[in-house]
């Protein structure tokens, strides 16, 4: 596995392979990588000849309220996870690499992005939209693997890869979760082992909404107020929402029809969570 921390390198690297007819897949993170991160990275791996991972904790997603200097930076592990997944290169740039002196461009999300992580995190997807473009331009790979966990997130940069016309395709991957159904996250290791157990409460209400649309329950406030209810069971500490939407335009909808998706953030302490599941509604 090759390391490398400039654009110049990773970008004459990864064009010489696609030169060569190599299928190159990118995995974009910000590091602390858990099960999840290695999944994508060994789905790229089966279906491309070449994986690429980044680690670039992004300064610009974060809001000024959000601590960017407590985000778990854990290299060297990182490096030896990559390294056991079979991952062929690593883009691991200093903040300068990515935002240089004068840097003053960044990208206008999409309307997707408006609602949800976009209002509570005023400038969140601003920040992800740019360092994911830069991404895409400097890495010039076939395919990009990204989790669904960040289902609002897959979403926008949907809609900026086809707004933009990159000529990247997206794979969206499943969430990774424990045994016992937590999804998993690099927000995780903040949670004491109380809280811990609390957070169980955001599966068990994705998995109410599951159970109540396939009883036949089309009121979307019928299951939103189970969804609330379970996570107040838990109890959470605070729910900043938990809604049942439209999967594509990420709206609230008036009834259940079709396919749908139950989105939850929730706070344990200073820990928030955030998960979702995509729920077919059989007629
Ligand atoms: O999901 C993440 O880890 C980040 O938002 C991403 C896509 C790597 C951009 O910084």
Known sequence: ???????AEIYTHVLRE????????????MGALHEGHVSLVRQAK????RAVATIFVNPTQFGPKEDLSKYPRTLNEDLEKLDQAGCD?????AELQMYGEGHSTYVEPPQVASRWEGEIRPGHFRGV????LKLFQMIPADIAYLGRKDYQQLAVIRA?????????CIEACETIREPDGLAMSSRNRYLSHEQRHRALGLIRALRIAERLVERGERDVQAVESAMR???LAAPVDSIDYAAIVDPVTLEPIAE???????IIAARLGSTRLIDNATIIARR
């Not at 596995?1 to 654009?7: A, D, E, G, L, N």
């Not at 939209?129 to 994911?132: D, G, H, K, Q, S």
């Not at 259940?256 to 139950?262: F, G, N, P, T």
């Open 229 to 231: 209810q379970e996570l």
């Open 1 to 7: 596995m090759k390391v490398f921390s400039t654009s």
């Open 160 to 168: 900026m890869v086809r707004d933009l016309n990159i000529p990247v």
């Open 89 to 93: 290169y690593v883009f691991t740039p």
């Open 129 to 132: 939209c740019t360092i994911v």
């Open 256 to 262: 259940i029809e079709s396919s749908v998706v139950a």
């Open 46 to 49: 089966s279906v491309c000849d």
């Open 18 to 29: 696609r030169l060569e007819g190599k299928r190159v897949g990118l995995v974009p993170t």
